[in-house]
């Protein structure tokens, strides 16, 4: 058994004290498997280190009543310098173990080849995982410390650490600490999570990750700064980047992906297009929204997922058949052409239903988008610029400085409201955040603010004088 | 198997002895490697050392304020000052080169001085040991009148240089500063050490504050065991024995106390 009692842990820093754990108590018995769940900088890993003894806690006590592994996977007790069989022989010697045994199952197993007789420093990180690995099954523990290791070597090498560890120990206590929901589902029988320090207990992985995911929403979300980018793509390609990071996203995402794995397509749509409302550009999850929406019969909401994939830079001959498929079933070909970004001016680029969102609200003052009114303005094949004066034209548009809505639904249906859709504008009109969010305060007019931060220059945008006239 | 709670004495000996072996050749491997003559230089390189200062001092005739051979003189007090001098600057550090060993919950923080001081000392030993045989063999020194003195001092040195060394190690994890200042320290200490001169030879007030210096009392007891009547040598073994003992319950007190601030990454 290992028992963990009050164990706080605090690192000094140049502000002062930072506490890392606070009063985190649990035990763990022979047979157990310990999921913790926790964001990035929960203190998953120095909890795993306390727990191993690497590192002493400030207050409370570790009581290990059976032989407690290192963090397995880890690769860093190597010296470099040495070659795989010396680092071998060292860690034989250090448990008492026949250092010619464990050789011949490290050779075999890590598929290193003359490789073992070379120094570590020049093995691959791939390398280095696997002999990290398979030194850590040489010594037999009665409890395994778990890091992360969805993330070991290739599939092939992956798949027989899952059998040497869940399979061949599977007696044996573990704990096992992931940002990945899914991966301690598969391999735990008791849940905990982690959040800022304190460690909370759950019977079963729903509540757990029912937690987990609650503690995610009331985070600040991850926000993308807005560089001024001319070329569109780039723009996308960065932002798709800050989405990954998003902890928030990528729960939402792996939600919504286990859920589309077991068919509950309604359940998958609504993760999705929460997660879509906080990093729009993912251009990869609106073809995911599209697939579910399809099996939903909700054609035109699917071909507006597609569309609006294609319009920010998914590959059109992939979802051309799908687009097809939920235009006129049936037929082979779209009727109505895919249009596709070609590099160019920000300006002239197919607008994704965010940016017919975004639009509306700069020219109509709204906060959401019909979903036959948004299919219609795509097939248009407008330019970005034509669209907004088309809105401009259209005789309900409000004249007057009616007030912005607050939060815009940037994706079809009723996924939450983005509020922060003024830093998606500032990005589509080519202004400056701060300078914008400057003039807004002073209580410019949008059209006004926008083009005093350097927005919609080069616009055709006629119109717009009509609205800035007015206001 | 991985030791669990509170082994008894005799297993916990045993763990240790493991792991300080397991660590030896670690290090060896690690500073030597299997290339050329390999671990050799363990030694051979403190003999490069003495042999080159031995040589310099015979060349120039340096004064020692005594009428030994400058050979004796020059082996005695350099392999002294490679003693307790190389035992710091190989700990300072060592911890940082080694957390990631602080996985292994066997090993504890005083195992990988412990490793490093036990090679520093083999070497200079063997070092002080073959070039005196090579010297006696060839006629340039005589044997040494009492071994047993010899070696006292020699142990001495070596005791307060290795809590010298565990004392500076520690600290060194904690402030970078105890590494910057050794390299000069060490190369101040080394003419004050009594590796150049006899104390006797020293005017009376001088001789008081050398004598405040631990390792002067070692190098005047080598120089007592081998030369013995040819020399009056003066040194207080209590006051080393006193200064190392003081040192060394420092030395423990910081480990653990370094032990507590470790992150291993």
């Given at each position: ?6 164990i ?10 930072r506490?890392?754990?606070?009063n ?36 409370g ?42 050789l ?45 290791i ?26 096992i ?8 589902r ?15 207990a ?8 029912d ?48 859920a ?27 073809v ?29 001959r ?76 259209d ?21 939450p ?39 919609l ?15 | ?109 005083l ?18 040991f ?39 190690g ?84 910081l480990?653990?106390?370094v ?7």
């Amino acid at each position: 058994m290992i028992a963990v009692e009050n164990i706080s842990k605090d690192y000094r820093t140049r502000t002062g004290p930072r506490r890392v754990l606070d009063n985190v108590n649990f035990t763990l018995h022979k047979g157990e498997r310990l999921g913790v769940l926790g964001r990035n900088g929960a203190g998953k890993s120095t909890l795993i280190r306390l727990v191993s003894g690497a590192e002493r806690p400030t207050s409370g006590q570790i009581t290990r009543g059976m032989s407690v592994s290192w963090p397995l996977a880890f690769g860093g007790a190597f010296q470099s310098q040495l070659t795989g069989v010396d680092n071998v022989r060292f860690i034989s010697r250090l448990y008492a173990q026949d250092p010619e045994h464990n050789l011949a199952f490290i050779e075999e197993f890590a598929e290193l080849g003359q490789y073992l007789r070379e120094p570590v420093m020049t093995y691959s990180s791939g390398m280095r995982a696997r002999l990290a690995f398979a030194i850590s099954m040489i010594i037999e523990f009665d409890c395994f410390l778990i890091d992360e290791i969805a993330s070991v070597g290739d599939a092939r090498f992956h798949e027989r650490c899952n059998y040497e560890l869940f399979d061949k120990r599977g007696d044996r206590a573990m704990m096992i600490i992931s940002h990945d929901p899914g991966y301690l589902r598969d391999h735990c029988n008791r849940f905990a999570v982690l959040d800022a320090g304190r460690l909370t207990a759950f019977d079963d992985f729903e509540t757990a990750h029912d937690h987990f995911l609650a503690q995610m929403r009331v985070r600040e979300p991850v926000r993308a700064v807005a560089q001024p980018f001319s070329r569109r793509m780039a723009a996308i390609d960065s932002l798709r980047r800050v989405a990954h990071e998003d902890e928030h996203f990528m729960a939402l995402v792996r939600q919504a992906d286990a859920a589309r794995d077991r068919h509950d397509w309604a359940a998958a749509e609504a993760s999705y297009a929460a997660a879509l409302s906080l990093h729009p550009y993912e251009r990869s999850y609106w073809v995911q929204l599209g697939h579910v929406t399809r099996e939903q019969g909700r054609m035109v909401r699917a071909e507006i997922a597609y569309r609006t994939a294609c319009a920010f830079g998914e590959s059109v001959r992939v979802l051309e058949p799908f687009i097809a498929a939920v235009e006129q079933p049936g037929k082979a070909a779209p009727a109505i052409p895919v249009a596709a970004p070609d590099g160019g001016e920000t300006r002239r680029q197919p607008p994704g239903y965010p940016d017919l969102a975004v639009l509306a609200a700069l020219a109509q003052g709204r906060d959401r988008l019909g979903d036959d009114e948004a299919l219609a303005l795509m097939r248009r094949q407008d330019g970005i610029e034509d669209v907004l004066a088309h809105m401009l034209d259209d005789p309900s548009t409000t004249a007057s400085g009616a007030a912005l809505p607050g939060g815009i639904a940037v994706v079809p249906g009723d996924a939450p409201l983005r509020i922060e859709w003024r830093e998606d504008l500032a990005r589509l009109a080519g202004a400056r955040q701060e300078e914008l969010d400057a003039a807004l305060a002073r209580g410019d007019e949008l059209f006004h603010a926008l083009r005093r931060s350097g927005g919609l220059d080069g616009w055709a945008v006629p119109a717009a004088s009509r609205a800035e006239a007015s206001a | 198997m991985a030791s669990a709670a509170q082994p008894s004495l005799a297993a916990s000996l045993k763990i240790q002895r493991r792991v300080l072996a397991a660590l030896l050749v670690r290090e060896l491997l690690t500073r030597y490697g299997r290339h050329n003559i390999g671990f050799l230089w363990l030694f051979v390189e403190p003999m490069m050392f003495t042999l080159g200062v031995t040589a310099l001092w015979t060349a120039t005739k340096s004064a020692h304020g005594s009428d030994l051979p400058i050979v004796a003189f020059a082996l005695t007090g350099y392999s002294s000052v490679l003693l307790w001098r190389n035992m710091p600057g190989r700990c300072i550090g060592a911890l940082e080169a080694n957390l990631s060993l602080m996985y292994h919950r066997n090993i504890r923080a005083l195992d990988i001085y412990m490793a490093r001081i036990m090679i520093e000392f083999s070497g200079a030993t063997i070092s002080f040991f073959t070039l005196a045989l090579v010297f006696i063999l060839s006629g340039w020194l005589d044997p040494p009148e009492d071994f047993l003195t010899v070696a006292a001092g020699w142990m001495m040195i070596a005791w307060f240089g290795a809590v010298l060394a565990i004392t500076l190690g520690a600290l060194s994890h904690e402030y970078e500063l105890v590494d910057k200042f050794w390299h000069p320290a060490s190369y101040l200490l080394f003419p004050l050490s009594g590796a150049a001169f006899l104390v006797s030879a020293l005017p009376p007030f001088a001789r008081e504050i050398v004598l405040y210096i631990p390792m002067v009392h070692g190098v005047e007891m080598i120089r007592e065991g081998f030369f013995g009547s040819k020399v009056q040598a003066i040194y207080d073994p209590g006051y080393v024995l006193a200064c190392s003992l003081v040192l060394s319950v420092a030395a423990l007190i910081l480990v653990r106390w370094v032990e507590k601030r470790l992150t291993p990454q």
